[in-house]
């Protein structure tokens, strides 16, 4: 093992809460593979939901299959489906492709749409059916619609949608973040299922549970000609300053919302209307809204874009959050330090991506990192 490496992770992160499941009557596991997955299953496990649906035929229209199944599928459904409003185009998530099954991302994102979407304020995609293995396993299963169907586009990492739109956008986020700011719905007590912020596994360890693709990124010549040559040098300082990020979030007291998580272009879906609808729940987080708002604004601008515009951004959508009725939201001078700081974050998850999963890694590391040069960042986590 190359010595700089941090040590494999070996322990699977299951959920500790094993939340019953939605549906009792389904006796079975969900599928870990997509073998016998075909319109006699479909049919079953919808019927759970919407009693007497058949669905008759179901024809692939497009499969996404990297570290997470995206199966977008074309459906005959019987007078009771119809009647029940399935439409014929949908889209189906799951862990099929045999990725990432040690971790619970799967059965949080189906947990989320079950327990929680309907109390956000901002569009999200419609789900007709969320159900999860109630076993520790982590295996979720959701039923979304064909966004395609819609008229808009998927966003990518590398948009160029320039600082107009970024601003705009950032209204939604902030009402995504305010829809349940400082609400008991979403306390340990009430909400056991939904993982805090930096403190389950999926978060904190999750430098040590990736280092495998960091390690095949430092091999790539074209990332390391845009890395640090002091990151290149040591990488293992970025599993020192993601902990150290996680040290200062544990002891923060500030209200916490619902934060996407996973908050970058490449996780939306850009309406006709130029709205943005927030998709890819599977690192939904009772946390604080600097997460979602560094992630998303560094990287969907170029770095002269963020040079200029950044802080304007940060007080724009602190406004916002407030304007959604938000109580006790930090000054602007708290966000932007907070926002020093989650640099971090964007570094540890981009070093860690593959461009086969289906976004373009290097532009995101630039980016993320020369914010952390200019933000100084890395001397801020004791680097």
């Known amino acids: ?19 019953p499941r939605p549906f009792p009557a389904r006796t079975d596991h969900l599928p870990t593979s997509m073998d016998n997955v075909n319109a006699e299953w479909l049919s079953r496990m919808m019927s759970y939901k919407y009693p007497g649906v058949v669905a008759s035929n ?70 007709y059916y969320a159900d999860w293995d109630d076993d520790g396993s982590a295996h979720g299963f959701i039923v979304l619609e064909d966004l395609v169907q819609r008229g808009g586009r998927f966003g990518h990492s590398t948009n160029a949608n320039g600082v107009d739109m970024i601003m705009e956008n950032l209204e939604g986020l902030a009402k995504l973040h305010g829809s349940l ?36 990124n430092l091999e790539e010549p074209g990332f390391c000609a845009i890395a ?5 040098a040591d990488p293992r300082k970025v599993e020192r300053a993601f902990d150290r990020l996680g040290e200062i979030q544990r002891s923060r007291t500030t209200p916490h919302c619902i934060v996407l998580g996973d908050c970058h272009q490449g996780n939306t ?35 002269e874009e963020r040079r200029h515009h950044h802080k304007d951004m940060v007080r724009q959508y602190r406004d916002y959050l407030i304007a959604t009725g938000a109580q006790g939201v930090p000054s602007f001078e708290e966000a932007w330090e907070e ?20 976004q373009n890694g290097i532009p995101m590391n630039e980016r993320f990192f020369v914010a952390a040069e200019d933000y100084g960042t890395w001397k801020l986590l004791g680097e």
């Open 1 to 19: 093992m190359d010595p700089q490496a941090p040590p494999q992770y070996h322990n699977p992160v299951v959920d500790p809460n094993c939340v």
């Open 58 to 127: 179901m024809e692939t229209v497009e499969l996404l299959n990297s570290h997470t199944t995206k199966w977008r599928v074309k459906v005959d459904w019987n007078e009771a489906g119809i009647a029940a409003g399935l439409p014929a185009n949908l889209c189906m998530k799951a862990n099929w492709s045999g990725s990432f099954d040690n971790v619970d991302i799967h059965a949080l994102e189906a947990r989320f749409y079950h327990f929680m979407v309907h109390e956000m304020k901002v569009p999200t995609a419609k789900c």
């Open 181 to 216: 700011w400082g609400s008991d719905k979403i306390s340990p007590a009430n909400a056991p299922w939904l993982q805090t912020e930096m403190d389950t596994p999926v978060d904190s360890d999750q430098v040590r549970i990736m280092w495998q693709w960091i390690a095949l």
């Open 228 to 232: 640090p040559k002091h990151y290149l």
């Open 269 to 303: 879906y850009i309406l006709p209307s130029g709205e943005r609808l927030w998709l890819d729940w599977q690192l939904v987080r009772r946390g604080r809204p600097w997460r979602d708002l560094t992630y998303f604004v560094i990287g969907a601008l170029s770095i």
């Open 339 to 358: 926002t020093r700081l989650w640099v971090m974050y964007g570094i540890q998850a981009w070093v860690a991506n593959l461009d086969a999963w289906g």
